[in-house]
Structure formats: structure tokens, C-alpha cells
């Protein structure tokens, strides 16, 4: 298992395996939880591993992969229910775990939206029901349809079973002639108490807690089994609607709770972040005695009109956020530091623990970030611990609030044993034996080797068939790694010719221990499909450092297929090469300066690596790093990645094993579409982060840069060079409202 690394610590290749593991982890726990109804980690656990693959695409965005699990909603519906799409998807919400990150929710929310820090902007908070979401759909006043979540967009037919259910009204009077109602199934303490001693009386199945109990209740094939069962519903919101509840949140409850659905009690209206903190310690005072699950208050931007404006990231809503409740710590001891390699070679330690219970959750493994926090010192070089190294053998205390392997926040060095020796940080691969070396400025210590590393070569095969990347069914990491120590699949272009290779004769993948010419032939078979790709995900696939399926999706928007995106990074690699000699001359100009006393020539220094580059290097260059989301970081992997040598030999033979498909056009029929555009200045009627938003949406590449290549500049006040570049240029401008009358906004 990779590693986790403290957020502030990551570099990306652990980055890119950490995320690796954690869709894995979420995908299992999904499918565990929704469909199966038999979870195998707490909700505490599972937060904890949504917040970190949250946190970890935030920092890292150009990694966030397809597959990722904050573009997914619960588990895909089980088989034997009927399947219903939702006429409005069924989202999730992000997480906050502390004061300072609900501070940062409603200050995210006002630099959306332009408003002040004393502007008034009231929220809801209600108890967040620890159950299963369910969607009531009622037409002309009667109940037509209930369906679970499923995965968000399509869920289980559970109508039957949701009319055995006392708090969901068969009819209702005087709302909406098409009303969606959205809420919680839920069982109480004591009724799952009673229905726990009937079962265990019966001899039936004994419930692990209420939630589990009303999942499991609710999604049963024999609505009869259901009725049997103490099932009890809060409303929460809505989908579908033919007209509005109210012009706010909480009148629209009040709306709901009028038309007959239970409605909580406990919300209340706040103002600000401070009424908000304070309502979630009152409930989390009140929590014991509420009689009923929670784990946590759900905020709402009540106003219903800045709901519209702030809309939806893909699964969650920008205007809600869950506050969870504090998880727990426990003390337990480091009994071994493995060392982990990764996909980029990064060296990434791995506490050993005796099993200790934490949350209810036995675990085993803590991030131990890298060789500096091991040694006691922070990613800034501050002590941490007050100073104190880790060694095996120490009593650590383990804490769980936002990491699924949790983090050691203490040692105890009275009960340090006698014979405990500091860690010696290995300096040589332990897979391959090169050097691992650790660049200026990086906490990481990486490997080498490159592809000669067993565990470098692996690492990237792995990531390649990912189901964010190739997805290549039935090739998993144990089949990779089963073929590649068999030398079967040691490169990339290799996963594509393994049928002509093996496919037939006494070296077959069918008469493998454990194969046969079924399993064989559906292998292959997921292979072929697998040759027809898209653009973007071949990018992700490639396993370059830094570039994530963000930025995967960005360059293959721009560049719109494998040739024109390779001829371009060729082009650049000149440019490249310069930008990276001119920052080292910065850095020795800098140093220099500072020993004899004088003020640092930077510009002049620059100046003179750039001297004499051909302009088509220097013109694909600045239109690389000018793709918004992309820079120089990014655009040195890529040219690095591209260069001539073992890797692109590589990189050449996949590609041409594959059908690379162009992006599919977005908005065509946009008056933006396919344009390039620069906002620059101050926007006063819609944020940046909104119209950028809106400019994607309708087709249009947002760039950060005015370059020849740009198709328009929206230009509000303070516009500054990249309007007079855009004026030089001939390109057109406009402002703010000639942007809007554009867009039809």
C-alpha cells in the first residue's frame, strides 16, 4: 500500500499514487456501502478518504483523474431493482472538519460572488442525518416514483417500498403539480434497538448500526419486509419542481414541512460563520439525545436566488458543505518503516503499527511523510513533536481526522525503549539499487532509476490501465504484475501486443495458473476495445509528472490530437531547455548579487539565455505555458517526458497501437465556441471564477496569457499589459457588459 504524506508535503508522483489508492479504496467502499449494504470502514473512515483525495486534487489539480472520486456519487444501483434516472442529479457534499474550513466556505462562497466580508449572507443548518438519501416524486399531488441515490445520476426503484413508510405522504395537497422531494431514510435508536432483539430472537440478520439497518431495509426485493420494518424519513430538499417552494432555503422547508414530510426541528437560520459554528456546537452538545444518528450540520446558502449563481462543481454544490464531527486518536506502537516506491520514483515511508482501534476502525498503517518529519522536523524545517525523531519501537499517538492511514500527532519518549535507534533514511533505491536523490527544494526523495526500476516500470503500467487512464478491464495490478515478471509486458505498447505474443502456443496467458481460453479471451477482448481512446485520457495515461487528468483534458482541448500536441512540444523543447538554464542563471545571478552587495540583475540575466532562440520555439513555448491551468512546471514534464530517449521510444510505440479520438466539441452552436479567450481586470458583475466557468461551458479555451493565438480579451478595469499586449496585437476586446451581451447573460 502507498504511503500518505502529509498534504503540505507531497510531491507529485506520491501525489499521483496516493489518488491511485484512494479511488480504489472509495470504489470498494462505495460499492460496500450503497449497493451492498455491508460497510467494511466506518463513515468517519470514509470521510476521511474523501477529504484527502479532495485535498490532495486541490493542491495537485492537474492530477485528478476520470475515475476520480469527487466526480462520483454514491455506487452504481444493484441488480434485481428497477433502474431510474434522475431528472436532476443527486449530489454529494464536500466536507468541513473545523472551524477555520467553514470560515473558508463562506469566504469561498463571497469571493464568488463578489460580496464583501460584511455583506449579510444567511445560511441554514440542519442536522446532517446519518441514512440513506431518497428521492419522493410526486405528480398532480401523488406519489409516482421513489428511487434511491445509486451513483447519482441513476438509482433504484424502490416505490413499492417507499409507500410501507409512515413519514412519506401517498398524496399530498396544494404543492407543486411536479414536486420532487429529496430526504433521509432513517431508523431511530430505540427503534433499531427493538428490531435488532426480534431479529437476533428470530435467528435473522443482527444490524451493525441504524444506518445500516435502514439501508438495508428500505432496499429489499419484498416490499412486505420493509413494512415490517420502523423506517422513518426527514425531508431535506428537492429536485424536480414545475414551480418554485419559496425564495429561500428555509422558507422552502417550511413549504415542505406544510405539505405533510417531517422537516427537523433543529435547523435554524445563521448569519455568518459565527452563528453557524455556534448552532453545530449546540447540536453536537444535543447530539446524545437527539435519538437519531448524525454525523454532523449541513450549511445552506439560504437565499435561493444565490444558489442558481453559485451552482455545482460535478458532485457537490458549491452552496452547502457538511461540518462532520471531530474524529478520535489513540496511542499505540511503530513497530517498522517500510519504504514504498513510486510511480516517479519518489521514496515514501510507511508506519508499521500494532493494530490499535481508532474511530472504531482497526488500522495498522500512518503516513510518515518523508525523511524530515521522520526525523522530526516539518515540511517548512520547523520542529514538529518539539523536536522529536520517531523511531520503531516508540509509543505514538494515532490520529484519524483527515486521513484514511492516519497521521502520528505525538510520541511519547518516556516509553521510548532503550535499545530504539533514529531511522537511517535509505540514500539507494531499495527496489533497484540507484541512487535516490533529493533535488533543492523538494522534501522528497526519489529513485534514479527511471524505467530500469522494477517498481518505477510497474508503477506507471498500473497507472496506465487505471480506469481513469486506458482502462483496461480484467488488467489489473496483479495481472500486471504477474505479466511483467513473467517480461511479458515490460513497456507501455507491450499491453497491445501481448495477444500476438501470447495469445496461442505453449506461452499462453490461458495456460497460466488461474486463466483458461474464456478468461484469456475476454482479456484480449478488453484489450482490443481498449485501443480506441480519448485524447485527454491517453494524456493521463502516460503517467507524466504532473500532468493529471485536468490538465490531460486542458491539453487535449488545445492541441485537439497526438500529432499537432507532439509537433508543438517538440517545437517548444528548445525553449524549454532555455527556460530552465535562464531560472538556474536567476538563482546563481541571485547569489552572487547577495555576496557582493549589490541588487540581483535579473531581467538582464534572463535576457541573456534567451538570446537568439528561434521564434517557432519561443512561440510554442509561450502558447504551452499559456494554456490556462498548464505553466512552466508542467510544460518542462511534458517536453522532458517528449524528449529523445527510452521514454518516448516508449511513448511512440503506444501510440501507434492506438485510435487517439479527438475531444468532443462543447456548445458548437456558441457564439465563443472553439475561441480563445483572456479575461484580465477587475469583473464586477460576474466573478473570474464564474466567467471562466461560463466561457467553458459554451466551448471556449480560457487562457492566462495574450499571445497572436488569442481570440478575445475581456478586459475590465485595471486591465494593465495584457490589455496594451491585446491592443498591439489588433485583438479584439471587450468589457464586461459586451461580454455579457455576448454570452446572452
Not at 426541528?265 to 452538545?285: K, Q, T, W
Request: charged share 25%.
Amino acid at each position: 500500500m502507498t504511503a500518505d504524506l502529509n498534504i503540505d508535503a507531497l510531491d507529485v508522483e506520491s501525489a499521483a499514487a496516493e489518488l491511485d489508492r484512494l479511488a480504489k479504496l472509495l470504489a470498494s467502499a462505495n460499492r460496500h456501502y450503497y449497493t451492498e449494504d455491508a460497510p467494511r470502514i466506518t463513515d468517519a473512515e470514509y470521510d476521511a478518504l474523501k477529504r484527502r483525495n479532495a485535498e490532495i486534487e486541490a493542491r495537485f489539480p492537474e492530477l485528478k483523474r476520470a475515475d476520480s472520486p469527487s466526480e462520483q456519487v454514491g455506487a452504481a444501483p444493484a441488480e434485481g431493482f428497477g433502474k431510474v434516472t434522475h431528472e436532476v442529479r443527486m449530489l454529494s457534499l464536500g466536507n468541513a472538519f473545523d472551524d477555520a474550513d467553514v470560515t473558508e466556505f463562506d469566504a469561498r462562497i463571497r469571493r464568488y460572488l463578489g460580496l464583501g466580508a460584511d455583506a449579510p449572507l444567511a445560511y441554514t443548518a440542519e442536522p446532517k442525518i446519518d441514512g440513506l438519501s431518497l428521492s419522493v416524486r410526486y405528480e398532480n399531488g401523488v406519489l409516482v416514483r421513489a428511487a434511491t441515490r445509486g451513483d447519482g445520476a441513476v438509482g433504484e426503484d424502490v416505490t413499492a417500498n417507499v409507500r410501507t413508510i409512515d413519514d412519506i405522504p401517498g398524496r399530498i395537497a396544494e404543492g407543486p403539480d411536479i414536486l420532487e422531494v429529496r430526504g433521509e431514510v432513517y431508523m431511530s435508536h430505540a427503534d433499531f434497538a427493538a428490531l435488532n432483539a426480534r431479529q437476533e430472537a428470530q435467528g435473522g440478520k443482527v444490524f451493525a448500526n441504524p444506518r445500516n439497518a435502514a439501508a438495508g431495509s428500505l432496499r429489499q426485493l419484498n416490499p412486505e419486509i420493509t413494512r415490517d420494518r420502523p423506517l422513518r424519513f426527514f425531508a431535506y430538499g428537492w429536485g424536480s419542481l414545475s414551480d418554485p417552494l419559496a425564495e429561500t432555503q428555509s422558507g422552502a422547508m417550511a413549504r415542505l414541512g406544510a405539505l405533510g414530510f417531517q422537516i427537523n426541528d433543529a435547523m435554524a437560520v445563521c448569519d455568518g460563520p459565527d452563528e453557524m459554528i455556534a448552532h453545530y456546537r449546540s447540536i453536537a452538545a444535543r447530539r446524545a439525545e437527539l435519538g437519531y444518528d448524525i454525523d454532523g450540520v449541513v450549511y445552506k446558502v439560504d437565499d435561493l436566488t444565490l444558489q442558481a449563481r453559485l451552482g455545482f462543481r460535478s458532485t457537490t454544490p458549491r452552496w452547502a458543505i457538511a461540518h462532520k464531527f471531530p474524529a478520535e486518536t489513540a496511542w499505540t506502537r511503530l513497530t517498522g518503516i517500510d519504504i514504498n516506491v513510486g510511480r516517479t520514483g519518489a521514496l515514501s515511508p510507511i508506519a508499521r503499527l500494532a493494530p490499535v482501534t481508532v474511530g472504531g476502525v482497526v488500522v495498522s498503517n500512518a503516513t510518515l511523510h518523508n525523511e524530515d518529519y521522520i526525523a522530526g522536523r516539518g515540511s517548512d524545517g520547523q520542529p514538529i513533536r518539539g523536536g522529536a525523531d520517531l523511531r520503531v519501537g516508540d509509543r505514538v499517538e494515532v490520529y484519524r481526522a483527515g486521513d484514511v492511514i492516519p497521521k502520528i500527532r505525538d510520541v511519547d519518549l518516556s516509553a521510548r525503549p532503550d535499545d530504539a535507534v533514529p531511522f537511517d533514511f535509505p540514500e539507494t533505491c531499495p527496489d533497484c539499487g540507484s541512487p535516490a536523490t533529493r533535488e533543492p527544494g523538494e522534501s522528497v526523495r526519489r529513485c534514479t532509476g527511471g524505467l530500469i526500476c522494477p517498481a518505477q516500470r510497474t508503477a506507471r503500467l498500473k497507472h496506465l490501465v487505471s480506469r481513469g487512464a486506458l482502462d483496461v478491464e480484467g488488467l489489473g495490478e496483479k495481472e500486471i504484475e504477474r505479466f511483467h515478471d513473467l517480461g511479458w509486458i515490460r513497456a507501455p505498447g507491450d499491453i497491445f501486443t501481448l495477444e500476438a505474443r501470447h495469445g496461442t502456443g505453449l506461452k499462453t496467458v490461458a495456460n497460466l495458473e488461474g486463466w483458461g481460453e474464456t478468461s484469456a479471451g475476454n482479456l484480449f477482448a478488453a484489450i482490443r476495445a481498449a485501443r480506441t481512446q480519448p485524447f485527454a485520457k491517453v494524456l493521463f495515461g502516460l503517467g507524466i509528472r504532473h500532468l493529471g487528468e485536468v490538465a490531460g483534458r486542458d491539453l487535449a482541448r488545445h492541441y485537439r490530437d497526438w500529432d499537432s500536441f507532439a509537433e508543438a512540444v517538440d517545437t517548444a523543447a528548445p525553449a524549454a531547455q532555455r527556460h530552465r538554464a535562464a531560472e538556474d542563471a536567476v538563482l546563481a545571478e541571485r547569489a552572487a548579487a547577495a555576496e557582493e552587495g549589490r541588487r540581483a540583475r535579473i531581467s538582464e540575466t534572463r535576457a541573456q539565455v534567451w538570446a537568439d532562440l528561434p521564434d517557432p520555439a519561443r512561440a510554442a513555448w509561450e502558447e504551452l505555458v499559456g494554456i490556462d491551468g498548464i505553466g512552466a512546471t508542467l510544460a518542462l514534464a511534458v517536453c522532458d517526458a517528449l524528449s529523445p530517449g527510452p521514454e518516448r521510444a516508449a511513448i511512440d510505440a503506444l501510440v501507434a497501437e492506438l485510435e487517439i479520438e479527438p475531444p468532443e466539441a462543447v456548445a458548437e452552436a456558441s457564439a465563443i465556441a472553439g475561441k480563445t479567450i483572456v479575461f484580465t481586470g477587475s469583473l464586477e458583475r460576474m466573478t473570474r471564477a464564474e466567467a471562466k466557468a461560463r466561457a467553458e461551458a459554451l466551448g471556449a479555451k480560457v487562457s492566462g496569457s495574450v499571445s497572436a493565438k488569442t481570440d478575445l480579451v475581456v478586459a475590465g478595469p485595471g486591465a494593465g499589459s495584457k490589455g496594451a499586449k491585446a491592443e498591439a496585437l489588433g485583438i479584439e476586446m471587450l468589457d464586461e457588459d459586451g461580454w455579457l451581451a455576448l454570452i446572452g447573460a
